[in-house]
C-alpha cells in the first residue's frame, strides 16, 4: 500500500514528500563532526540530483549501506537520521525486487508459451515424443471423464495384482496419473474389486530430484494406500548386504546428522551379515601444492608437441585415480575378484581419468551407464582417422591415428614426424609437399606453404615401420573416404587394416568383446545417420559427433564396474571406493532458475515462478527458496546414504585436498569413523600385463604388428536378474507399502 499507484517502487523517490524527508537527513548528517555522516550526506544531496529513479536509488543505498548487505554501514548506526533512512531503505529495496521479480517472471512466461507451443507442433510434425507426453497421456486416460471408464475396465480386465518398486523415484505427474486409477476403489461406490496394491520404496534413496522425483511423493502415497484403500504399512530396516562394521558407520553418519537437524526420519539398521572383516577407511587425502607466486613473471613458454599442458585440477584427479589404481590392483593381487570391486563418484569426469588409469595397468573395468558411441576409446581412435584424412590440416587426429593399436607407432616416432615438419616449415616453400586433398575446412589452397603430418609422414625415418608404406596405406585410406559412402569405406579399412584383431589384442582379455562391439556399433552408425549411404565421410563425421549416439551397453564378466551414485542404485559389491569425496557438494549455479512448488497429493503446482538468482530471491519466494535449498541438502545426504550402503564388506575413501573447507563434504562426515590406510605402491594384478599409460588404448604387442590376423572368439554373456513373489494368496484386494532397507532393493 505504501506504494501503490506508482509504476514501480523506486518511482516514490520522485515524490515532493519524499524528497523533503531526505533532505532533511541529508541536513542532520551534515551537521554532525565527523566525517563519515558528512559524507553521507553529501552523498545523498548528490542521488537527490539524479532524475531517474532506478538511479536515485542505487545511489541512496550507495551512500548509506555497505556494499553486499542492505544495512547501514557500522559508523552510521547510532545517527538517528540515518536509522530512519534504514527503514524507508529496506522497504524500496525490498519492494523493488519484489517488482523486478514479477516483471521477470511475466517476461519469461511470455517467452515459456509461444515456446511450448512451438515445440510441440514440431514433436507433432515430426512424430516424436517425449517422457512428459507419455506422462501426460497416462494421466488424461486415467482421468479424464469419458476416456477413463473404458480405460479402467480394461485395465480391472486383466489387472489382479500391481506392485510399483522403487517409488521415491515417482514424480508428482506419475503419482497423479496412478491415484486417478487407484481412486475409484475408495469407498462403497468404487464400482467393484480392485487388484491389490503393493508399492515399495525408501525415501532414503530418493536421489532424482532433477526429473522431479520427491519423497513427499511417497508420503502422499502412503496415506492414500493406508487410509483411502484400508491397506498396511509396513517398515524394515533390516539388512542382508552390509557388514556390521559397514552399517554402523551408515548409523553414525545418518543419526549424526539426524542430531544435528541436517536430516530427519532415520531409523538405525540392524543386519543379518556376520562377516566381521572390512569396514570404513581411508586412503591419504592427495596434497594440493602451494600456489606459486608468479607475479610480475612473463609466462613460461611451452613446446606443445613435446610437454603436455597441465592443469592443476586435471593433474590432481590424475594422481588422484593414479592412487586409486593402484590400491584396486593391490586388492585384485589379494584375491578379491574385479567384480567384486565397484568405483563410484557424483560425476563420470573422475571415473573417465581413472578409466584411463586402470587400462594403463591391464586392469578390465567398465562405465555400463549410459556411453556415448563417439566418445569410446576404441571409437574415438576410428574416427580420429577419419577426422585426419577427410580434413588433411588436422595434425592433432593424426597423431591420435598413428598412436592407436591402428598403426601403433610409438611416442619417439611421432616426434621423429613433429620435427620433420617444423624443418620443412623453416625452408622456402615447395611444390614438391604436394596439395593434398580432403573436403574439411582445413583442406585448404597453399598448404605448400604449410606442410601437415600427412605430407611429412613418406620423408620421416621411423623406428620400426616403412614411412612410404605407411603413407600409402593413409593415401588408400582417404581415398576410400573420398569416393565411397562412409559404411563401405570403414568396412574396407577395418578389412585392410585388420582392425577388429588388432583392438581385441590391444584390450585387456575381458573387454575384447566389448571393443568389438563397440566397433562393430560404429559400423552400424555409418548407415544409421541420415541413412549413411547419402552423406560424404565429412558430413557422417560431423553428424555423428552432433548427435550423440548411445553406444551397446557392455558385457563384461570380470571387470572393476566405475559407476556414478545414480548409475549404482541397486548394485552392491564386496569393496566399494568412493572416489573424490573431500569434494563440496556441486549446488545450483548462482543462476535463473525455475523454483516450483508441487505438493505429492495436489494435481498441479501451487507455485512455480522464474527467477533471476535462485540464492537472492524476491520476499515472495524466499520461502521457498529454502524449501529447495532444504530438500537438496538432504538429497545430498541420500546420495551418501546410497554409495555407503553399495558396500558389502568395506568402504574406501578416496579424496583431493579441496582449495577451500567447505562447509560439508562427504569426507568430512566420514573420515573421523574410517582407518586411515597407506596407498598400494604401483603393482599389477596377478595374470595381468602391465602397459605404459597413454590416453589411447593399450599398445599393439609387437608379436601382432606382423602376425594381425589373430582368432578372435567373441563371447556373450547374458545375465538374467530373475525374481518372483510365490506363496501369497488373498481372497481380497491387498494394498501395501513398504519402506526398504538397501538391501531389499
Same mark, same amino acid.
Given at each position: 500500500?505504501?506504494?501503490?499507484?506508482?509504476?514501480?517502487?523506486?518511482?516514490?523517490?520522485?515524490?515532493?514528500?519524499?524528497?523533503? !524527508?531526505?533532505?532533511?537527513?541529508?541536513?542532520?548528517?551534515?551537521?554532525?563532526?565527523?566525517?563519515?555522516?558528512?559524507?553521507?550526506?553529501?552523498?545523498?544531496?548528490?542521488?537527490?540530483?539524479?532524475?531517474?529513479?532506478?538511479?536515485?536509488?542505487?545511489?541512496?543505498?550507495?551512500?548509506?549501506?555497505?556494499?553486499?548487505?542492505?544495512?547501514?554501514?557500522?559508523?552510521?548506526?547510532?545517527?538517528?537520521?540515518?536509522?530512519?533512512?534504514?527503514?524507508?531503505?529496506?522497504? @524500496?529495496?525490498?519492494?523493488?525486487?519484489?517488482?523486478?521479480? *514479477?516483471?521477470?517472471?511475466?517476461?519469461?512466461?511470455?517467452?515459456?508459451?509461444? +515456446?511450448?507451443?512451438?515445440?510441440?507442433?514440431?514433436?507433432?510434425?515430426?512424430?516424436?515424443?517425449?517422457?512428459?507426453?507419455?506422462?501426460?497421456?497416462?494421466?488424461?486416460? +486415467?482421468?479424464?471423464?469419458? @476416456?477413463?471408464?473404458?480405460?479402467?475396465?480394461?485395465?480391472?480386465?486383466?489387472?489382479?495384482?500391481?506392485?510399483?518398486?522403487?517409488?521415491?523415484?515417482?514424480?508428482?505427474?506419475?503419482?497423479?496419473? +496412478?491415484?486417478?486409477?487407484?481412486?475409484?476403489?475408495?469407498?462403497?461406490?468404487?464400482?467393484?474389486?480392485?487388484?491389490?496394491?503393493?508399492?515399495?520404496?525408501?525415501?532414503?534413496?530418493?536421489?532424482?530430484?532433477?526429473? *522431479?522425483?520427491?519423497?513427499?511423493?511417497?508420503?502422499?502415497?502412503?496415506?492414500?494406500?493406508?487410509?483411502?484403500?484400508?491397506?498396511?504399512?509396513?517398515?524394515?530396516?533390516?539388512? !542382508?548386504?552390509?557388514?556390521?562394521?559397514?552399517?554402523?558407520?551408515?548409523?553414525?553418519?545418518?543419526?549424526?546428522?539426524?542430531?544435528?537437524?541436517?536430516?530427519?526420519?532415520?531409523?538405525?539398521?540392524?543386519?543379518?551379515?556376520?562377516?566381521?572383516?572390512?569396514?570404513?577407511?581411508?586412503?591419504?587425502?592427495?596434497?594440493?601444492?602451494?600456489?606459486?607466486?608468479?607475479?610480475?613473471?612473463?609466462?613460461?613458454?611451452?613446446?606443445?608437441?613435446?610437454?603436455?599442458?597441465?592443469?592443476?585440477?586435471?593433474?590432481? &584427479?590424475?594422481?588422484?585415480?593414479?592412487?586409486?589404481?593402484?590400491?584396486?590392483?593391490?586388492?585384485?593381487?589379494?584375491?578379491?575378484?574385479?567384480?567384486?570391486? &565397484?568405483?563410484?563418484? *557424483?560425476?563420470?569426469?573422475?571415473?573417465?581419468?581413472?578409466?584411463?588409469?586402470?587400462?594403463?595397468?591391464?586392469?578390465?573395468?567398465?562405465?555400463?551407464?549410459? !556411453?556415448?558411441?563417439?566418445?569410446?576409446?576404441?571409437?574415438?581412435?576410428?574416427?580420429?582417422?577419419?577426422?585426419?584424412?577427410?580434413?588433411?590440416?588436422?595434425?592433432?587426429?593424426?597423431?591420435?591415428?598413428?598412436?592407436?593399436?591402428?598403426?601403433?607407432?610409438?611416442?619417439?616416432?611421432?616426434?621423429?614426424?613433429?620435427?620433420?615438419?617444423?624443418?620443412?616449415?623453416?625452408?622456402?616453400?615447395?611444390?614438391?609437399?604436394?596439395?593434398?586433398?580432403?573436403?574439411?575446412?582445413?583442406?585448404?589452397?597453399?598448404?605448400?606453404?604449410?606442410?601437415?603430418?600427412?605430407?611429412?609422414?613418406?620423408?620421416?625415418?621411423? #623406428?620400426?615401420?616403412?614411412?612410404?608404406? #605407411?603413407?600409402?596405406?593413409?593415401?588408400?585410406?582417404?581415398?576410400?573416404?573420398?569416393?565411397?559412402?562412409?559404411?563401405?569405406?570403414?568396412?574396407?579399412?577395418?578389412?585392410?587394416?585388420?582392425?577388429?584383431?588388432?583392438?581385441?589384442?590391444?584390450?585387456?582379455?575381458?573387454?575384447?568383446?566389448?571393443?568389438?562391439?563397440?566397433?562393430?556399433?560404429?559400423?552400424?552408425?555409418?548407415?544409421?545417420?541420415?541413412?549413411?549411404?547419402?552423406?560424404?565421410?565429412?558430413?557422417?563425421?560431423?553428424?555423428?559427433?552432433?548427435?550423440?549416439?548411445?553406444?551397446?551397453?557392455?558385457?563384461?564378466?570380470?571387470?572393476?564396474?566405475?559407476?556414478?551414485?545414480?548409475?549404482?542404485?541397486?548394485?552392491?559389491?564386496?569393496?566399494?571406493?568412493?572416489?573424490?569425496?573431500?569434494?563440496?557438494?556441486?549446488?545450483?549455479?548462482?543462476?535463473?532458475?525455475?523454483?516450483?512448488?508441487?505438493?505429492?497429493?495436489?494435481?498441479?503446482?501451487?507455485?512455480?515462478?522464474?527467477?533471476?538468482?535462485?540464492?537472492?530471491?524476491?520476499?515472495?519466494?524466499?520461502?521457498?527458496?529454502?524449501?529447495?535449498?532444504?530438500?537438496?541438502?538432504?538429497?545430498?545426504?541420500?546420495?551418501?546414504?546410497?554409495?555407503?550402503?553399495?558396500?558389502?564388506?568395506?568402504?574406501?575413501?578416496?579424496?583431493?585436498?579441496?582449495?577451500?573447507?567447505?562447509?560439508?563434504?562427504?569426507?568430512?562426515?566420514?573420515?573421523?569413523?574410517?582407518?586411515?590406510?597407506?596407498?598400494?605402491?604401483?603393482?599389477?594384478?596377478?595374470?595381468?600385463?602391465?602397459?605404459?599409460?597413454?590416453?589411447?588404448?593399450?599398445?599393439?604387442?609387437?608379436?601382432?604388428?606382423?602376425?594381425?590376423?589373430?582368432?578372435?572368439?567373441?563371447?556373450?554373456?547374458?545375465?538374467?536378474?530373475?525374481?518372483?513373489?510365490?506363496?501369497?494368496?488373498?481372497?481380497?484386494? &491387498?494394498?501395501?507399502?513398504?519402506? @526398504?532397507?538397501?538391501?531389499?532393493?
Amino acid at each position: 500500500a505504501e506504494f501503490a499507484g506508482f509504476d514501480q517502487p523506486c518511482d516514490a523517490l520522485l515524490a515532493e514528500a519524499a524528497i523533503a !524527508r531526505w533532505q532533511a537527513r541529508a541536513r542532520a548528517l551534515g551537521a554532525e563532526s565527523t566525517k563519515t555522516p558528512q559524507n553521507a550526506a553529501a552523498a545523498i544531496i548528490d542521488a537527490l540530483q539524479l532524475g531517474d529513479a532506478t538511479e536515485r536509488l542505487a545511489a541512496l543505498r550507495k551512500a548509506c549501506f555497505v556494499a553486499s548487505e542492505d544495512r547501514l554501514t557500522k559508523h552510521l548506526e547510532k545517527f538517528e537520521a540515518a536509522q530512519e533512512a534504514e527503514a524507508e531503505l529496506q522497504r @524500496l529495496l525490498a519492494a523493488q525486487k519484489q517488482h523486478q521479480a *514479477r516483471v521477470y517472471h511475466q517476461r519469461l512466461t511470455r517467452l515459456a508459451r509461444p +515456446l511450448i507451443d512451438e515445440f510441440s507442433r514440431l514433436k507433432q510434425e515430426r512424430g516424436w515424443i517425449d517422457m512428459g507426453d507419455i506422462e501426460r497421456a497416462a494421466l488424461t486416460l +486415467l482421468s479424464d471423464d469419458v @476416456l477413463s471408464g473404458w480405460v479402467q475396465q480394461r485395465l480391472d480386465a486383466r489387472v489382479r495384482h500391481l506392485l510399483i518398486d522403487e517409488f521415491q523415484d515417482t514424480n508428482p505427474l506419475q503419482w497423479q496419473a +496412478l491415484h486417478a486409477w487407484l481412486q475409484s476403489y475408495v469407498g462403497a461406490g468404487g464400482g467393484g474389486e480392485g487388484p491389490s496394491v503393493f508399492i515399495v520404496g525408501d525415501p532414503k534413496q530418493s536421489i532424482y530430484r532433477f526429473r *522431479r522425483a520427491e519423497p513427499q511423493v511417497f508420503i502422499a502415497a502412503q496415506q492414500f494406500i493406508t487410509e483411502g484403500l484400508g491397506g498396511d504399512l509396513l517398515a524394515c530396516d533390516h539388512t !542382508r548386504r552390509n557388514a556390521p562394521a559397514v552399517l554402523a558407520a551408515v548409523n553414525a553418519v545418518m543419526g549424526q546428522a539426524q542430531t544435528v537437524g541436517d536430516y530427519a526420519g532415520f531409523r538405525p539398521h540392524t543386519t543379518e551379515s556376520a562377516d566381521a572383516t572390512g569396514g570404513l577407511a581411508a586412503l591419504p587425502l592427495i596434497p594440493r601444492p602451494e600456489k606459486a607466486d608468479h607475479e610480475g613473471e612473463l609466462p613460461a613458454w611451452r613446446d606443445s608437441l613435446t610437454e603436455p599442458r597441465e592443469l592443476p585440477e586435471e593433474t590432481l &584427479m590424475t594422481r588422484e585415480a593414479q592412487q586409486a589404481a593402484h590400491w584396486l590392483a593391490a586388492q585384485m593381487a589379494s584375491g578379491t575378484p574385479a567384480r567384486e570391486l &565397484m568405483v563410484l563418484a *557424483r560425476k563420470r569426469a573422475p571415473l573417465s581419468v581413472l578409466h584411463a588409469e586402470l587400462r594403463a595397468l591391464g586392469i578390465a573395468c567398465e562405465q555400463p551407464e549410459d !556411453r556415448v558411441l563417439g566418445e569410446l576409446p576404441a571409437v574415438r581412435d576410428v574416427l580420429a582417422l577419419v577426422d585426419a584424412l577427410v580434413s588433411p590440416g588436422h595434425d592433432l587426429s593424426l597423431a591420435h591415428a598413428l598412436r592407436s593399436p591402428l598403426f601403433n607407432l610409438s611416442d619417439e616416432d611421432l616426434v621423429r614426424i613433429a620435427l620433420t615438419v617444423r624443418a620443412a616449415r623453416e625452408e622456402p616453400p615447395s611444390p614438391l609437399w604436394g596439395e593434398g586433398g580432403g573436403e574439411g575446412p582445413a583442406a585448404q589452397p597453399a598448404r605448400s606453404a604449410r606442410p601437415s603430418w600427412l605430407d611429412a609422414l613418406p620423408k620421416t625415418e621411423l #623406428l620400426a615401420q616403412d614411412a612410404q608404406a #605407411l603413407h600409402a596405406d593413409l593415401m588408400l585410406y582417404q581415398a576410400w573416404l573420398l569416393s565411397l559412402p562412409p559404411h563401405d569405406a570403414l568396412q574396407a579399412i577395418y578389412d585392410h587394416r585388420d582392425a577388429l584383431a588388432r583392438f581385441a589384442a590391444a584390450a585387456p582379455p575381458p573387454e575384447r568383446a566389448a571393443t568389438l562391439a563397440d566397433l562393430h556399433a560404429l559400423l552400424a552408425a555409418s548407415l544409421n545417420v541420415h541413412g549413411g549411404r547419402y552423406l560424404t565421410a565429412y558430413q557422417w563425421l560431423r553428424a555423428l559427433r552432433r548427435q550423440s549416439l548411445a553406444a551397446p551397453r557392455p558385457s563384461v564378466q570380470n571387470a572393476v564396474r566405475l559407476l556414478t551414485v545414480h548409475g549404482a542404485k541397486g548394485l552392491e559389491a564386496d569393496r566399494v571406493l568412493l572416489l573424490h569425496s573431500a569434494a563440496a557438494p556441486e549446488g545450483r549455479a548462482n543462476g535463473p532458475a525455475v523454483l516450483i512448488d508441487w505438493p505429492g497429493q495436489a494435481r498441479v503446482p501451487t507455485r512455480l515462478a522464474f527467477v533471476t538468482s535462485e540464492k537472492a530471491p524476491p520476499p515472495s519466494l524466499q520461502d521457498l527458496a529454502r524449501q529447495e535449498a532444504d530438500a537438496s541438502a538432504r538429497e545430498e545426504l541420500n546420495a551418501l546414504y546410497v554409495a555407503m550402503t553399495r558396500a558389502r564388506r568395506q568402504l574406501v575413501l578416496s579424496g583431493v585436498t579441496p582449495h577451500q573447507q567447505p562447509a560439508s563434504s562427504w569426507w568430512q562426515r566420514l573420515a573421523p569413523l574410517a582407518e586411515s590406510i597407506e596407498p598400494a605402491p604401483p603393482a599389477t594384478p596377478s595374470g595381468l600385463a602391465a602397459a605404459p599409460a597413454s590416453g589411447f588404448m593399450r599398445n599393439l604387442p609387437p608379436a601382432l604388428v606382423h602376425a594381425p590376423s589373430v582368432a578372435i572368439k567373441t563371447i556373450v554373456v547374458e545375465d538374467a536378474l530373475m525374481a518372483g513373489l510365490s506363496g501369497l494368496e488373498s481372497p481380497a484386494p &491387498m494394498a501395501f507399502v513398504l519402506d @526398504l532397507p538397501p538391501a531389499a532393493e
